[in-house]
């Protein structure tokens, strides 16, 4: 699986679009662009994922680049509660590397 | 519907003893993937089992190891614990085979190895 390169930190307004990018520059034509989160040690939240288009639903947008090379984790009206730290994974899912393959994240912290 | 369950919500064990952890997928679920997060360090994968068969394992000691049962739930069984073991073990479950299938977790196990 490609690896992903993400900020360690970021701080976000309460109730400002929160924007987190992620760079996979050595993406495979057949890997998908997921995203988690994990809240204080809890399990990690699956939010959004994709593959070349740009996919939206009731937590997030994903923007990925034309080249799919990086994309960008969007989340429109951040909220105390979302502060977490999140993980951009890139998988393929064929063969038995099925596993996702969690790096540092990058730990947002919305403020109030 | 009912998420990823784990059981128990935390252990405590001496070394030397042998821990079970146990994990109840979403229903119709078949896959489970098990997962260990030591303090300080990433969530690193353990073992996906699938239909009841171990389908791949990560770089661990043989002395962790599991099943999956007909139901799909499955079982983490850690021998021989050592201090380094004490972690949280998150359990994943995702409805099968294919490119997008999506883990979802349960809330994990923490493991405490006095």
């Known amino acids: 699986d490609a690896k992903t390169t993400q900020p360690p930190s970021m701080d976000c307004a309460e109730g400002r679009a929160a924007n987190l990018p992620c760079n996979h520059s050595t993406i495979s034509g057949n890997e998908y662009v997921y995203w988690y989160r994990q809240i204080h040690s809890q399990g990690p939240q699956y939010i959004i994922h994709?593959?070349?288009n740009n996919e939206t639903n009731e937590m997030a947008s994903l923007i990925i680049t034309e080249d799919r090379k990086s994309s960008t984790l969007i989340l429109p009206h951040a909220t105390l509660r979302d502060t977490a730290v999140y993980y951009c994974i890139v998988r393929a899912g064929s063969g038995s590397a099925r596993q996702l393959t969690f790096g540092s994240g990058t730990q947002l912290t919305v403020l109030p | 519907e009912a998420g990823v369950t784990q059981s128990p919500t935390h252990l405590i064990k001496t070394r030397g003893q042998q821990a079970t952890l146990r994990c109840s997928p979403i229903?119709?679920?078949?896959?489970v993937y098990w997962y260990q997060q030591a303090l300080g360090l990433g969530l690193q994968f353990l073992l996906w089992?699938?239909?009841?068969?171990?389908?791949n394992r990560g770089n661990f000691p043989p002395r962790f190891s599991g099943r999956q049962f007909p139901n799909y739930s499955s079982e983490l069984n850690v021998n021989a614990l050592e201090l380094e073991d004490s972690a949280l073990y998150l359990c994943a479950s995702s409805p099968g085979t294919g490119v997008r299938e999506t883990q979802y977790f349960g809330p994990g196990t923490r493991l405490l190895v006095l």
């Open positions: 229903s119709g679920h078949t896959s």
């Open positions: 089992y699938d239909e009841g068969e171990e389908r």
């Open positions: 994709g593959l070349k």
